[in-house]
Every structure is written in C-alpha cells, then in structure tokens.
C-alpha cells in the first residue's frame, strides 16, 4: 500500500500549457510538501500545508498554485508552463511539521517542457 | 541563511572500500536528518540525530551528529552496490516548518 502517491509519473508538454499533479497520502499525517528537484540534485521546497492551510510559500512564481481540498490531499497546478519549469516535483507529508519528524516522499513526477 | 553544504558532491568507489560523506552549516541545528535517494523514486529516511556528539549506526552506516550541532558525517564501511544513490542530509530552518535539503553526494559503488 502506497503512503504517498503521485500522479502521474511522467509529463510531457509543451511551453505555455496548463497541467495539474495530484497527490495522495494515507499516513493520516497534518504535513504535505512539494518539493523541485532540479537537473543538478538539488531538492528544494515549494510549498507545505498543514491541516489544509498553507504554511510556506517558498517565493515560488504564481503560475503554481497549490490545492489542499483535505490534509490526505495536495494538488499542484502550473499555468503557463515554461522551459524552466522541467524537473522532477516530489509530493512528501510528515507527522507534523515540527522539527524531528521525517519526511515520507512519493516516488516524483518527471516534468518534461517541449 | 541556513545552507547545508556536502562532500563530496561526487564519489566512486570499488566493492568493500569505506567512505565518509559529510554535511556541514555554519547554523545550529536542532536535529539533522540523512535521507537516501535511488534512481526514480524519492528521498527515504535513513536516520535522524538530535544530540550534539551523537552517533547512531545502521547496520553498516554509521551517522554521528557533531558536538556544535552544526555539521554531520555519514560512514559507510565495506560498501556494497545496493548502496549507490543520492545521499542528502536535511534540517528544518529554525523556528519555521521549513525543510531544507543539502547539496547532495552521489555515491557510486561498483562491483
């Protein structure tokens, strides 16, 4: 049984389009994260939700805008997609967001932009 | 600003051959964590340290949390090929919910 799934695996689009990434958890966790893997490794954070409300906007450009219709569900919508955003988008939620509690990722949603 | 800095950023090694990653911030942390990533999936947490001069080992991992809190090592002793992936050690930034992720050591071990 998946913890964090995330939809779909792979995406393939071209410049200026719209698309959404739907995630899932069922840790019965209060956290959810997106998180951008760029080219080079390097994890960065998004945005991060608790119990719904969002709690880190990480100067992340409005074409992203976030959706948490509940806490078992982080959505992540693009509009107008850009050559920059290709990478890897990674769906994580933990206990709480307190310090000490790990982070449980999904396997990531490769974005690729024509 | 709190950044977490690895070394090496590369690392190639033979079957059975030791190595150390290492993980260092001029902040203070609360507790660090080191997470592994393979190919295609996401970041799985290995451990967490929370103690300055802590060690914790895991099997043939052995992490150890430094006296200032501000930095981590990570051994690994006779390396195997199921050891290969991305190893990154991660914090919260204080006070806040946010995480943030070293720079990341990519660990090759061949057989």
């Known amino acids: 049984d998946t913890a964090v799934s995330q939809t779909p695996k792979y995406l393939v689009t071209q410049m200026g389009n719209d698309k959404s990434i739907k995630c899932e958890q069922n840790?019965?966790?209060?956290?959810m994260y997106w998180y951008k893997q760029d080219s080079k490794k390097f994890l960065k954070i998004m945005f991060s939700y608790n119990n719904k409300e969002l709690i880190i906007n990480e100067t992340v450009p409005n074409r992203f805008s976030p959706k948490s219709p509940d806490k078992a569900h982080l959505n992540l919508h693009i509009n107008s997609l850009e050559l920059g955003d290709s990478a890897v988008y990674f769906c994580?939620?933990?206990?709480?967001?307190?310090?000490?509690?790990?982070?449980?990722f999904g396997d990531g949603t490769r974005l690729s932009i024509l | 600003t709190q950044l977490l800095e690895q070394s090496p950023q590369f690392l190639s090694i033979q079957e059975g051959e030791n190595l150390t990653v290492y993980c260092n911030s001029s902040?203070?942390?609360?507790?660090l964590q080191w997470y592994r990533q393979e190919p295609g999936e996401g970041p799985v947490l290995l451990v967490t340290v929370v103690t300055g001069g802590e060690v914790k080992k895991l099997k043939r991992l052995t992490f150890q949390f430094g006296d200032a809190r501000k930095d981590s090592s990570l051994h690994i002793t006779a390396a195997q090929t199921g050891d290969t992936g991305l190893y990154l050690c991660?914090?919260?930034?204080?006070?806040?919910?946010?995480?943030?992720f070293g720079t990341g050591t990519r660990l090759k071990v061949l057989a």
């Open positions: 840790l019965g966790h209060d956290t």
């Open positions: 994580a939620s933990s206990l709480s967001g307190g310090s000490n509690q790990p982070q449980h």
């Open positions: 902040s203070v942390f609360s507790s």
């Open positions: 991660a914090s919260h930034r204080s006070g806040t919910y946010k995480y943030i």
